[in-house]
């Protein structure tokens, strides 16, 4: 997985049906800007763990959503 | 997820059966081209949502499709 | 695979209910910090060779894990 | 998908029983030398479109191919 | 897949049970290691082809092998 920090989130009206309704978010990964589906509710500034690739979409089951970066944990502060 | 901005568009003539027919668009993300299948119709300078790897094959659910990268939503100015 | 060196643990309570209990380990791979998921109870310190993507989430068969990043050996000193 | 010039071509006589026989072809992506799966006849010089991981290997329907890199169409000229 | 070049191999006696007994060399590729199952027996020194990701898993089809990089040629000098 990788760690990173919310810093916004995104919105796409045009999209493929198929793209869960739920919050997109911008998380800086080490200087590079991902966007993760975030079904945790976190806000700007939280550092969250994520997971990529087919294993993020895994976590819908009940479609085959076109998922590939999914927000699995907010990390706690020390 | 990654975002990128559409810049342009390839043709393909020569191509193996599966590919699908439909646009095969150049996006620049952070300074590096992708080529993505659109299922949307975005046009040039479209800031665009891509998914990646077997996730974006799996929208396609009548044939294997070698697609691994697809634009799956179109991102809202602020 | 690749091989990396254990810096620390991180916690996160707020998680999805998939993630399964267990260790995650700060790794250090080559300068840039991976998250991976540790069946073995490493140590900081500690030299590891972690498996990435689907191939680590397959080692849970019981549940669809999230996980995209597992400590599969430790690796012998000289 | 990503974008490259095919540079040359490699054989690799010992290999393992599920290698498909057929082109292996080295192409430069920015710099960085792939090798992938050729099932078109391409030619040094020609720019092809590439998928990669497990989309690329699903192009071979009647063995598991490991093949991670393939050739899926020849990039008209403009 | 990509070319590198053999460079040594680890050993990795503390590891999970369904890691499959065998070669894990050390392969330099383009300057950054990676380590890799060789079921073909390639010395060091050796030019080889690796294949990623669940692709490399494939090759097992015994078990479920938590393989993400697997030596699927020895490259031949020209």
Redesign the interface.
Known sequence: ???GKVTGR???????D??PVGS?L?VDV?G??????D??GCAEGEDV?I?????????F?KI???????I?????EN
């Not at 995104?10 to 493929?16: D, F, H, S």
């Not at 590079?32 to 589906?37: K, L, S």
């Not at 997971?51 to 976590?59: E, K, M, N």
């Open positions: 997985m990788i760690r995104v919105w796409a009206t045009k999209r493929i198929t793209l997109l911008e080490a590079t800007t991902i966007i993760a589906f079904p945790l763990l997971t990529q690739g087919s294993v993020a979409a895994g976590y089951t085959k959503a076109p998922v590939d970066a999914l699995i944990g907010s990390i706690d």
